[in-house]
């Protein structure tokens, strides 16, 4: 029996109890690791990837390629939890042997133990942090999987991820959550990305022009030079294949920014509604990602011309797993009277979005 208020955590390389609540770095072994999912197969995992290029694509982003060994199977939406510092094991020396644990516990409302672990005290991000998949290519002949991520540099973790160089180490988490699912009747995709939002909307991109499925995306950002994207024609008002990462997959690409200084003025949810005005929808879905607000305008547009959407939250997470329960949302079931909590890290991140009771 665990103690009072604590939760037991365990792996190959340690055991741990852990007060309910609070996130340990999970599975610190070395190497690929499978990890449990409900139905048979490894469907996830934890890797080692190396990385083979980080190049800066405007002011605050850049786009961290990987390759990873035997990666499992991924949809546009799911994403990876990536240790942004060293991987270093909590609690066990190097020669410690399997069965070997440590305690971290205490009453509710007592003083906390101090932390002596150097990954607690030293100056690496402690928690690993989530990034959607921005894009995949898979070589069945060597088993290398490359990942496409991502990210604006805004703190310590991503600042750490902006400093890495090709051939260095990275642990990643991942296929996490579920992705967008293509409905059976869908005629058009519209894709609605906004600043660290866009990447799972590339990603999708890939799988429609697979699909043979027409896509149109629309892109926000605050200002042009926060865009992470490569421009490469002139940007108007009308959809134009303009944009490298979306022109590749026969994607125009309608650009929106808050100041005017790149394509349409103003939110994007705005150039959505304009376009859904001119040129009614008929079969069309929206799918999108971005700020919870951005997220929120969207949806109210799709209902504006009854138009089927889904959202790929962005919620703060720990374990991107269902463990540490921090990225809880409001979910109302369909059909049903009363709402329910719902994880966007496993039950989604993809969500209908008349299902969500916006906070």
Not at 104 to 130: I, K, N, Q
Not at 228 to 233: A, C, R, S, V, Y
């Amino acid at each position: 029996m665990s103690p009072r208020g604590c939760r037991n955590v365990r792996n190959a390389r340690w055991q741990a109890w852990v007060p309910c609540g609070m996130l340990l770095r999970m599975m610190q072994v070395s190497g690929n690791v499978a990890l449990p999912t409900a139905n048979a197969g490894p469907k996830r995992g934890q890797f080692n990837a190396e990385v083979m290029s980080n190049i800066a694509i405007c002011r605050e982003h850049f786009i961290l390629r990987l390759r990873v060994t035997h990666f499992p199977p991924s949809e546009p939406g799911q994403f990876v939890q990536v240790l942004c510092g060293p991987d270093v094991a909590i609690g066990v020396p190097e020669a410690a042997p399997a069965a070997a644990y440590s305690e971290v516990c205490w009453e509710p409302g007592s003083v906390p133990p101090a932390f002596h672990d150097a990954a607690l005290l030293g100056p690496a991000p402690y928690l690993r942090r989530p990034f959607s998949i921005a894009g995949r290519r898979d070589n069945p002949a060597s088993g290398y999987s490359e990942i496409d991520l991502i990210y604006r540099v805004i703190g310590k973790a991503t600042g750490q991820m902006a400093a890495l160089a090709v051939g260095d180490s990275i642990s990643i988490l991942g296929p996490l959550g579920h992705g967008f699912s293509l409905p059976r009747e869908m005629t058009t995709a519209l894709l609605v990305g906004g600043g660290v939002g866009i990447p799972p909307m590339i990603y999708l991109a890939e799988k429609l022009q697979r699909q043979r499925i027409n896509a149109l995306a629309f892109i926000g950002a605050q200002r042009a030079d926060l865009i992470p994207l490569h421009i490469t024609g002139a940007v108007g008002l009308e959809p134009a294949l303009n944009v490298r990462e979306f022109a590749t997959f026969d994607t125009p690409t309608v650009i929106a920014t808050d100041d005017g200084s790149l394509g349409q003025k103003g939110f994007v949810t705005r150039a959505l509604q304009q376009f859904c005005q001119s040129k009614p929808q008929t079969g069309a879905v929206v799918f999108c990602c971005g700020p919870t607000p951005m997220m929120r305008a969207t949806a109210l547009v799709a209902a504006e011309f009854n138009l089927t959407c889904y959202a790929s939250l962005e919620q703060p997470m720990a374990c991107g797993m269902g463990t540490c329960q921090s990225c809880v949302i409001k979910y109302r079931p369909p059909g049903a009277e009363d709402w329910v909590y719902k994880l966007t890290c496993k039950d989604g991140p993809v969500f209908n979005t008349t299902d969500i009771l916006w906070q």
